[in-house]
Structures are given as structure tokens and as C-alpha cells.
Nanobody, 127 residues
Framework: DVQLVESGGGLVQTGGSLRLSCVVS????????IGWFREAPGKDREGVSS????????MYAESVKGRFTISSDNAKNTVYLLMSNLKPEDTATYYC????????????????????WGRGTQVTVSS
């Protein structure tokens, strides 16, 4: 069975940092990209960032560029999302997700491309 388990969410003040972790089991990092999406109350789920562990390719939403950094530890089957300079508008439930990946096709942050999802971890940024 494929499992993605997020952790690291919490309550932080504006300007603070958090690091989310996603432990992945049941699929190969060689053939999948791992993404982070978020969903705030009353808003659509949006793609935040994605990484292809096999070649290190990364992608970020414009709203988080320069503030968030995605990385992977392939030996641990774990993907991290380091979130810095957090803003109240970053408040959301953050989901880890996996999509099949081909280097020739590249990364994308379209929800329909992602097949497997974790249960999410809550991030709350206070003003």
C-alpha cells in the first residue's frame, strides 16, 4: 500500500518558520514526484511545491517562491518543506502527494496529476 504521512505542522507567528516532513512508503522515488498542496477554509486546494527526487527538479508556486524550500532525503524516503517568513495567508492544511514523473514531461502543480495523498497537517500563522 502507498502511504504518505505528513508531520511538522503547528502554530507559528508571522515571520516564523516551520519544516514539514512527508514520509513516503510503497512507491519508488525513481518514478514519482512528491508535491505539497494546501487548502485553506473556503478556498480551493492549491499546489505549493513539488520535487522529483530522482533528478532534483523542483517547482514552486509564485506565492511561496523565495520563502519555501522543498528537499528530499532519498535514503529515508522523506520529503521536506521548509517554510520561512510565514504569513497569515499561509494558514492552511498542507497535504503531501505523489504523481508519476518523467524527466521529459517535467513537474506540474495540477491537482489532477497527483494520485496519492496524505491526510494533511495543519499550519496556522498568527498575525
Amino acid at each position: 500500500d502507498v502511504q504518505l504521512v505528513e508531520s511538522g505542522g503547528g502554530l507559528v507567528q508571522t515571520g516564523g518558520s516551520l519544516r514539514l516532513s512527508c514520509v513516503v512508503s510503497g512507491l519508488s522515488f525513481d518514478r514519482y514526484a512528491i508535491g505539497w498542496f494546501r487548502e485553506a477554509p473556503g478556498k480551493d486546494r492549491e499546489g505549493v511545491s513539488s520535487i522529483a527526487p530522482t533528478d532534483g527538479a523542483t517547482m514552486y508556486a509564485e506565492s511561496v517562491k523565495g520563502r519555501f524550500t522543498i528537499s528530499s532525503d532519498n535514503a529515508k524516503n522523506t520529503v521536506y518543506l521548509l517554510m520561512s517568513n510565514l504569513k497569515p495567508e499561509d494558514t492552511a492544511t498542507y497535504y503531501c502527494t505523489a504523481a508519476s514523473y518523467l524527466p521529459s514531461r517535467g513537474l506540474e502543480l495540477k491537482q489532477l496529476a497527483y494520485w496519492y495523498w496524505g491526510r494533511g497537517t495543519q499550519v496556522t500563522v498568527s498575525s
